[in-house]
């Protein structure tokens, strides 16, 4: 919801302490975008971030590809 985005996932944006819970209940985000992938995993968004084998750098875990 919009009050859980700006109470809970906006300060974990902001503090960018790298302590990362990611929320399990919510929904949860598709995004291109590396910098907003990495935003949405500071607030603890489930992300899914979709992009072709051949981009995802080396160093980049991957949970499971699909």
Same mark, same amino acid.
């Given at each position: 919801? !919009?009050?859980?985005?700006?109470?809970?996932?906006?300060?974990?944006?902001?503090? +960018?302490?790298?302590?990362?819970? *990611?929320?399990?209940?919510?929904?949860?985000? !598709?995004?291109?975008?590396?910098?907003?992938?990495?935003?949405?995993?500071?607030? +603890?968004?489930?992300?899914?971030? *979709?992009?072709?084998?051949?981009?995802?750098?080396?160093?980049?875990?991957?949970?499971?590809?699909?």
């Amino acid at each position: 919801s !919009f009050m859980d985005w700006v109470l809970i996932a906006q300060p974990r944006i902001s503090s +960018g302490d790298g302590t990362v819970i *990611v929320n399990l209940e919510w929904m949860g985000a !598709f995004t291109h975008d590396s910098d907003m992938c990495n935003k949405l995993h500071m607030a +603890g968004v489930p992300i899914w971030y *979709v992009r072709t084998m051949a981009y995802i750098p080396a160093n980049m875990r991957v949970h499971k590809p699909v």
